[in-house]
T-cell receptor, first 116, second 114 residues
Framework: AQKVTQAQTEISVVEKEDVTLDCVYE???????LFWYKQPPSGELVFLIR??????QNEISGRYSWNFQKSTSSFNFTITASQVVDSAVYFC?????????????FGTGTRLQVFP | EAGVVQSPRYKIIEKKQPVAFWCNPI?????LYWYRQNLGQGPELLIR????????DSQLPKDRFSAERLKGVDSTLKIQPAELGDSAVYLC????????????FGPGTRLLVL
């Protein structure tokens, strides 16, 4: 069955520290997509990145980077030099290609608090 | 380009009362989703529309929940009657359709049932 696990419930760091948010997924599909979303206190889910199952290249966008490893079914997210504005709940999500489901399976989220 | 619009942002009602949420997706997005997010959890899909057709409503509690998307654009989700356990954030999302496409979310409606 499909599942996304974010084992870290809450992480606290001081500004400028690097932080990595873990995401482990389960799927029997060979074709799937993985996503990360940010949910600030305002409540809206903000899209950060999409990665398909055939592309294991790591990606960097500014202070954000993502490490996708199919061998360990992980899609981890690193923020370099964290800032107070990074404080939010971050969700990892899975979308599978079979069965015409077209829905996102979310993890339970990791709350990141960045202190000045 | 305007994002997904939802209203109201907040709603407080007493149990057994009806409530409705409205969503207007991003222009050109034919697929619309309603998710429910309980406190401390990730969102879970309630219903998915492709144009005006509900193609996946398997997780919608049909005894009290209903939804419509009559002209294939905006959508309304209704609960009647509301129960205490319905307190949650109701999120609307839209996409161009397909598991590979990115879903874009609205700000959500935070419902509190007393």
């Amino acid at each position: 069955a499909q599942k996304v696990t974010q084992a870290q419930t809450e992480i606290s760091v001081v500004e400028k520290e690097d932080v990595t948010l873990d995401c482990v997924y389960e799927t029997r599909d060979t074709t799937y997509y993985l996503f990360w979303y940010k949910q600030p206190p305002s409540g809206e889910l903000v899209f950060l990145i999409r990665r398909n199952s055939f592309d294991e290249q790591n990606e960097i966008s500014g202070r954000y980077s993502w490490n996708f490893q199919k061998s360990t079914s992980s899609f981890n997210f690193t923020i370099t030099a964290s800032q107070v504005v990074d404080s939010a709940v971050y969700f990892c999500a899975l979308s599978e290609g079979s069965y015409n489901t077209d829905k996102l399976i979310f993890g339970t989220g990791t709350r990141l608090q960045v202190f000045p | 380009e305007a994002g997904v619009v939802q209203s109201p942002r907040y709603k407080i009602i007493e149990k057994k009362q009806p409530v409705a949420f409205w969503c207007n997706p991003i222009s050109g997005h034919n697929t619309l989703y309603w998710y429910r997010q309980n406190l401390g959890q990730g969102p879970e899909l309630l219903i998915r529309y492709e144009n005006e057709e509900a193609v996946d409503d398997s997780q919608l509690p049909k005894d009290r929940f209903s939804a419509e998307r009559l002209k294939g654009v905006d959508s309304t989700l209704k609960i009647q009657p509301a129960e205490l356990g319905d307190s949650a954030v109701y999120l609307c999302a839209s996409s161009t359709g397909g598991f590979q496409e990115t879903q874009y979310f609205g700000p959500g409606t935070r419902l509190l049932v007393l």
